[in-house]
């Protein structure tokens, strides 16, 4: 059940979609100082966990209720299977055997899986030869500015196919998630919705495979850290994904995998004082390029002044 939308961007999805690739940028600087102190699966569940009691008490403040309708609730479970559960422990597991490079660029090939299910799946997101074409040149343009050398990295075939499948969970989701709007849900709910029920599933996994860890004993930057991970980088992002599903789409939502990597670049030169080398620019000029093809107005502009 989907409702048909406009699939052109505007400057204000453009806006959300930086904004929203900032905040996932940044979730990489967090992860950095929680990993130290605690395990994965239990950084996921408590990134998700704190994201839905932040959603709920927004969501409660400025009047909304949580939906009555066992359809609805399960279309959250549905959600958050394909949106967390399944990509988040897929991408877990195949990091521990390859490097974070290549698992990068394993998951920005979700536009292009994205592509190809909305196409199949979405009468009003068939892909056009410019918008296929812009998402290859912007997929060149992560393998170039991560790095080459990453294409080779060491690491298991199942690994590498494990992440691949998480970018395919993802374009699922992103195609699973266009009923919410039919559905007539405000995106704070349905990010609240979605997190929620990853919460319940992912909570006894963290138990049994983690076991409990000393609350009294982690840090106050761990804390501080879980909590940038949790309210910026899973809540507010969640409440901008769907909203520029609501708006743009599927294919569009799922650019954002693009321009993760150039968030996460320039804010490590930022404040990490990491350098920016000219490999890190041609990848970003490309991945420019690419993003204006899918967008499809300069190039329609270009094409009407040779006319």
Not at 79 to 88: A, I, K, T, W
Not at 249 to 277: D, F, K
Not at 292 to 300: F, Q
Request: charged content about 10%.
């Amino acid at each position: 059940m989907t409702s048909s939308i406009n699939t052109s961007m505007n400057a204000r999805v453009w806006a959300m979609l930086i904004l929203l690739s900032m905040l996932w940028g940044g979730s990489f600087f967090f992860v950095g100082i929680v990993v130290t102190e605690l395990p994965l699966l239990t950084i996921v569940t408590l990134r998700v966990g704190i994201a839905a009691m932040t959603l709920w008490v927004i969501a409660l403040m400025i009047g909304l209720r949580p939906p009555k309708k066992l359809s609805v609730w399960g279309a959250f479970l549905g959600m958050g299977l394909l949106n967390n559960v399944f990509p988040f422990a897929l991408i877990v597991w195949g990091q521990t055997q390859i490097a974070s490079g290549l698992a990068s660029i394993l998951n920005a090939a979700t536009p292009i899986f994205t592509v190809v299910v909305a196409g199949l799946l979405l009468s009003d997101e068939r892909p056009t030869p410019l918008k296929l074409a812009g998402v290859a040149v912007g997929f060149i343009g992560v393998v170039v500015m991560i790095g080459l050398p990453a294409l080779s990295g060491n690491g298991s075939l199942p690994a590498q196919l494990a992440v691949i499948a998480a970018a395919l969970s993802y374009a699922f989701a992103g195609v699973y998630g266009r009923r919410f709007k039919a559905m007539g849900i405000n995106p704070i709910i349905t990010a609240a919705g979605q997190v929620t029920a990853s919460t319940l599933v992912l909570f006894p996994i963290a138990l049994i495979v983690d076991g409990q860890f000393d609350v009294v004993g982690i840090s106050l930057e761990t804390w501080s850290a879980i909590a940038g991970l949790a309210v910026l980088s899973t809540a507010i992002a969640y409440v901008i994904y769907f909203k520029i599903l609501e708006l743009a789409g599927a294919t569009n939502v799922l650019l954002v995998t693009l321009l993760v990597p150039v968030s996460a670049i320039l804010l490590g030169s930022l404040y990490l004082n990491e350098s920016l080398e000219t490999i890190h620019f041609v990848g970003m000029l490309l991945i420019a390029l690419g993003l204006s093809a899918i967008d499809g107005r300069l190039w329609a502009r270009v094409k009407s002044a040779r006319a």
